[in-house]
């Protein structure tokens, strides 16, 4: 999978629930704000073939990669880069309380 391909398919797989911030070709990474809650970071390694997640925090950039107690997928086939996303997305979900989920669904999912 190419760094395009993969910002497409992040882009796809969270829809309304995602600001896209960037695609950086040189270091092969996308970020995005999910849920205008997290920053959400994820990268292609093509030397080894795989796939990087991370949700990160505060101004020193402390990092997320185990989301109760899963890890993301190292593999780079879209399937696996997909189950990981699911992951990801589970976890901004949970850390979330329903009446702002509800909330952020009325504002950005039916307009």
Do not use: H, W
């Amino acid at each position: 999978m190419d760094i395009n391909k993969l910002y497409d398919l992040v882009e796809t797989f969270f829809g309304y629930k995602a600001n896209m911030l960037y695609l950086d070709t040189e270091k092969k990474e996308v970020a995005c704000i999910l849920y205008n809650a997290f920053l959400f970071k994820c990268n292609l390694d093509d030397r080894y073939g795989r796939f990087g997640a991370e949700i990160v925090f505060g101004i020193q950039e402390a990092t997320i990669t185990e989301f109760l107690g899963k890890r993301c997928s190292l593999n780079s086939d879209e399937k696996s880069i997909r189950d990981s996303l699911q992951i990801v997305d589970g976890y901004c979900r949970l850390r979330l309380p329903d009446k702002f989920l509800e909330a952020y669904n009325k504002a950005y999912f039916t307009n």
